[in-house]
C-alpha cells in the first residue's frame, strides 16, 4: 500500500520567512514524488516533481529515501504563495496519483 | 489550447437522486482520471481510464459509482443513488506522458 502524509493542516508564516511543508510517504518501492498547488479560484497544477531536480517560484523539494520524505521548501515567503499544497506519489507501474491531505500556507504581509 | 473541463461545477441533490459528472479532457490525452475530495481529507484516487478502457478502478467506493468513457473522448461518473458522504469535489485529469492536468472539479453537495 502506498500512502502520503502532510502533517499540517494549515502553516502561517510572514513574508520573508522561510517555509518547510512536510511531506512523509510510505512505499516499499522507488515512487516518484511531486507537489501540487492550488492557488485560489484556480485549478490544481503540478508545482514540482523530483526526478526534474528544478527549483519552481523558488521552491525546492529534495527526497530523502532514508527519512521516506519530500519536504517542499522556501528561503523567503511571498504572499502569493499563499496556497493549498498537496505532495503526491507515483508507485511503479501505476500511473494514478496518491496524495496527501494538503497543507493550506498562508503567507501574511 | 483548452485544459480540461468539467460539468457542473456545483450539483445539489436530495439523497437518493441521481447525478451524472462530465468531464472532456485535453485533446490527445489517452490517460483520464477522476478524484475526489471529500471536507478536510485527502485527494482520493477513484479511477484511471487509458482511451475507453477502465485501467484502475481500484478507488471507486462501491457500485451507486459508474463511471464510463465511451469513445475514448469525453467521461461521465454516475452517482446512484446518491448518500450523504458522497458529498465533496470531484476531480477529473487528463495526462498523455507524465504530468497530471487537472479539471476545475465539480462540488457535489447531497442534502
Known amino acids: 500500500a502506498q500512502r502520503v502524509t502532510q502533517p499540517e493542516k494549515l502553516l502561517s508564516v510572514f513574508k520573508g520567512a522561510p517555509v518547510e511543508l512536510k511531506c512523509n510517504y510510505s512505499?516499499?518501492?522507488?515512487?516518484?514524488l511531486f507537489w501540487y498547488v492550488q492557488y485560489s479560484r484556480q485549478r490544481l497544477q503540478l508545482l514540482l516533481r523530483?526526478?526534474s531536480r528544478e527549483s519552481i517560484k523558488g521552491f525546492t523539494a529534495d527526497l530523502n529515501k532514508g527519512e521516506t520524505s519530500f519536504h517542499l521548501k522556501k528561503p523567503f515567503a511571498q504572499e502569493e504563495d499563499s496556497a493549498m499544497y498537496y505532495c503526491?506519489?507515483?508507485?511503479?507501474?501505476?500511473?494514478?496519483?496518491?496524495f496527501g491531505s494538503g497543507t493550506r500556507l498562508q503567507v501574511q504581509p | 489550447e483548452a485544459g480540461v473541463t468539467q460539468f457542473p461545477s456545483h450539483s445539489v441533490i436530495e439523497k437518493g437522486q441521481t447525478v451524472t459528472l462530465r468531464c472532456d479532457p485535453i485533446?490527445?490525452?489517452?490517460?483520464l482520471y477522476w478524484y475526489r475530495r471529500v471536507m478536510g481529507k485527502e485527494i482520493k484516487f477513484l479511477l484511471h481510464?487509458?482511451?475507453?478502457?477502465?485501467?484502475?478502478e481500484s478507488g471507486m467506493p462501491n457500485n451507486r459509482f459508474l463511471a464510463e468513457r465511451t469513445g475514448g473522448t469525453y467521461s461521465t461518473l454516475k452517482v446512484q443513488p446518491a448518500e450523504l458522504e458522497d458529498s465533496g469535489v470531484y476531480f477529473c485529469?487528463?495526462?498523455?506522458?507524465?504530468?497530471?492536468?487537472f479539471g476545475e472539479g465539480s462540488r457535489l453537495t447531497v442534502l
Open positions: 485533446s490527445g490525452h489517452d490517460n
Open positions: 485529469a487528463s495526462s498523455q506522458t507524465g504530468e497530471l492536468f
Open positions: 481510464f487509458v482511451k475507453e478502457s477502465k485501467q484502475d
Open positions: 512505499y516499499s518501492g522507488s515512487p516518484e
Open positions: 503526491a506519489l507515483r508507485g511503479t507501474g501505476r500511473r494514478a496519483l496518491t
Open positions: 523530483h526526478i
